[in-house]
């Protein structure tokens, strides 16, 4: 009954006291001021039985009810009707650099680094509503996935799509993946542009130097997280093809080239990050996503309606039928 009703005023409930106090002091002065007549017999008295003097309590019980509403309509309450409305004042464009290479197949993190930084970086994505976000793959060679855009299932599906072809020329081209991710984001009119930069190899293709690349980014001031992705020591990667077009395994030594990923991330304001496994992948995640806030202002409009009128009503309705009784029914009782 109360629910969504708040009371502006609530130190006037302390007056309610005073009804527990009139109640007593009714119940002593009514004992005072019964009159007793003592007499020897009643015989020659004719009895008769009337409902009215009980009924006169009920005047006082309206006085209290009365008492009471007042009060609570004192304590002004009242519904509040809150709607919100959200307006980014910040938006941050991001373009993720996936490496696409055979060695993304590579299980040492589960069920291999390919798909388990498909599944974390889904749930990135998914947390920036926000925010436009745009998927480059490079190898060999580097072409867009999907434009920045803010329709994010476009961009969850063809994250959904990323696996490793043949198509696109073998290798890992770092420079070439971050060249393409500048250019998808030179033009951009965003407060903050960011790229996420991920590989688990060395730079080995291509025709871009990626120093270049980081030099471009800071030149348009974008800002790269770089990550390094694989385990330290040998990893269960791929080292040949079989005829029936399945790959075959072995121990491999991880190769990351560290020092060129941090570079990267320094000369553009950035970071670097190291993931090891699948709890290290989205932790990274997690830590970008928090680095990389989005500012959005919230504005909150307040429609308040009063309640005390009805009480108010009420009570002098109730007032007003206690004047009526006293003056008509009651009138020789009190």
């Keep these: ?6 009371f502006l005023n609530k130190e ?20 005072k001021q019964t009159a007793e007549l003592k007499i020897s017999s009643l015989k020659g008295f004719k009895l008769t039985n009337t409902w009215l003097p009980t009924l006169k309590h009920l005047l006082f019980v309206l006085r209290l009810l ?6 609570t309509a004192l304590a002004r309450p009242r519904t509040v009707d809150v709607s919100t409305k959200t307006k980014t004042t ?29 599944d974390v970086a889904a749930e990135f994505i998914k947390g920036r509503p926000n925010d436009r976000i745009g998927l480059v793959e490079y190898a060999g060679e580097s072409y867009t996935k999907t434009p920045i855009t803010s329709d994010k299932a476009i961009v969850l599906r063809s994250l959904d799509d990323i696996k490793y072809n043949t198509i696109i020329e073998g290798g890992t081209a770092i420079g070439m993946g971050l060249a393409t991710s500048v250019n998808r984001l030179k033009d951009s009119k965003a407060k903050s542009k960011i790229i996420i930069l991920l590989t688990d190899g ?17 030149e348009y001031g974008i800002k790269v997280y770089t990550i390094g992705l694989g385990t330290n020591g040998m990893a269960l990667s791929p080292i040949a093809i079989m005829p029936n077009g399945k790959f075959q395994y072995g121990r ?7 020092a060129l990923l ?3 991330a320094e000369v553009t304001g950035g970071k670097y990050f190291r993931a090891t496994n699948n709890k290290k ?12 806030k989005t500012e959005i202002e919230e504005f909150k409009f307040y429609n308040y309606e009063e309640k005390f009128r009805p009480l108010v009503l009420l009570a002098s309705i109730l007032l007003l039928v206690e004047v009526l009784l006293r003056s008509t029914v009651f009138r020789s009782f009190v």
């Design 1 to 6: 009954m109360l629910e969504g009703i708040e």
């Design 66 to 71: 009365a008492l009471g509403l007042l009060i």
């Design 252 to 258: 491999v030594q991880v190769e990351i080239d560290e």
């Design 281 to 292: 992948l989205e932790e990274i995640y997690a830590e970008i996503n928090k680095l990389e």
């Design 90 to 118: 910040r938006g941050i464009d991001i373009v993720m650099a996936i490496d696409v290479s055979a060695s993304m197949l590579a299980k040492d993190l589960q069920p291999n680094r390919l798909e388990a930084l498909k």
């Design 262 to 264: 941090k570079e990267i």
């Design 12 to 31: 006037f409930f302390w007056l309610l006291l005073v009804l527990p106090l009139a109640l007593l002091w009714y119940v002593l002065k009514h004992k």
């Design 202 to 218: 060395v730079n080995n293709s291509g025709f871009i130097d990626p120093k270049i690349a980081s030099e471009l980014a800071l």
